[in-house]
């Protein structure tokens, strides 16, 4: 039977989440193909993992490999799917059983009707520690019940396409695009949900709640204090998007619209982190961002910095940097995304 979706779970010292997470997928049956990949856990993932292997040899698959962060996880990950489609289910996170049934019997119908997408858009919740009501991202916006392309696509501020609301055709990922995530780096996410975008002619919004994404944890890399430390990195994913969009998008396209539209909140996230740290050598840190987008990208740079987010994170001197502190935790309070 061919596999439906292939489900990859990079998993690092996930001991305390991940059966959880793993219950939530090998309840779909053998529609499914759970790829397990340890990334060099050292607690008791691997045996975990090998435990659901055996039990399961049907439905899931065990990648062990030496550590290689979130996006060396995926790559290795890719190696081996044979799904019609990919999703990536975080090991602290879970899926939605209702959810994922409905997913798959469209998946299953598409099939049956020989049609073939790109990339599917469902909902996903900010499930936060310690929260009673649970952030729900949604697009109404989008067309319901049809297949369309980047031109029907409209989205308002705080609705992106992120990792949790996609799902990719395997062969655009594997064959077209040639995925191949940065290692050892924390954020790989963004040039997931970026970089292959180029390929995605069909979309098809299924409006159903999905993906559960637990959020609030002191030691997550979404954490404003693990962001500040890992800002190098942030920074590197950053300008690869910037280098991306410059080398390959033209901006006059929808699409080229839709990739603006997610840079600049990327490019506003590292702004208002290192606006936030305060000191001198983070503010240089910004000042050379945003020299680094002029530099590969002169009428992007303009076009950031002259919209809401860049003009916010661009206010100058101390009075600026206080205001766009104050706009960032109401942002926060509002969406409640770290």
């Not at 691997?46 to 996880?73: C, L, T």
């Not at 990327?266 to 983070?282: C, F, N, P, V």
């Amino acid at each position: 039977m061919e596999k439906l979706l292939s489900i990859i779970v990079p998993a690092y010292n996930s001991e305390a989440y991940l059966e959880r997470c793993v219950n939530s997928l090998i309840v779909a049956g053998n529609r499914v193909e759970i790829i397990l990949v340890d990334d060099g856990s050292l607690d008791r993932t691997p045996e975990i993992i090998d435990e659901y292997h055996e039990r399961f040899p049907e439905i899931v698959k065990v990648i062990h490999e030496e550590n290689s962060g979130h996006g060396g996880a995926i790559n290795n990950g890719l190696k081996i799917a044979t799904g019609k489609y990919i999703k990536v289910c975080d090991s602290d996170d879970w899926l939605d059983f209702a959810g994922l049934k409905r997913l798959l019997d469209f998946i299953e119908v598409q099939n049956e009707n020989d049609t073939e997408l790109d990339m599917i858009l469902t909902n996903y919740l900010y499930d936060k520690v310690n929260s009673r009501h649970n952030k729900l991202i949604h697009f109404p916006a989008l067309p319901k019940n049809k297949i369309f392309g980047w031109k029907q696509v409209k989205l308002v501020l705080g609705q992106y396409f992120m990792m949790h609301s996609v799902t990719y055709r395997r062969t655009l990922l594997v064959d077209e695009a040639k995925l191949q995530l940065p290692t050892n780096v924390s954020y790989d996410d963004n040039i997931y949900v970026f970089e292959p975008l180029i390929y995605v002619k069909k979309m098809y919004y299924l409006d159903v709640n999905l993906y559960h994404y637990f959020i609030g944890r002191d030691d997550q890399s979404v954490n404003e204090d693990v962001m500040l430390r890992k800002i190098d990195q942030q920074l590197m994913i950053n300008k690869r998007m910037i280098k991306f969009y410059a080398d390959n998008i033209d901006p006059k396209t929808a699409l080229g619209k839709y990739m603006c539209f997610y840079l600049e909140i990327i490019t506003a996230i590292s702004s208002i982190i290192l606006i936030r740290g305060k000191k001198e050598q983070y503010l240089d840190l910004k000042r050379n961002l945003w020299q680094y987008l002029k530099r590969k990208d002169e009428p992007l740079y303009h076009k950031l910095k002259h919209r809401p987010l860049g003009m916010t994170v661009n206010l100058p001197g101390h009075s600026g940097r206080i205001v766009a502190s104050g706009f960032y935790r109401l942002a926060k309070a509002i969406y409640g995304f770290n």
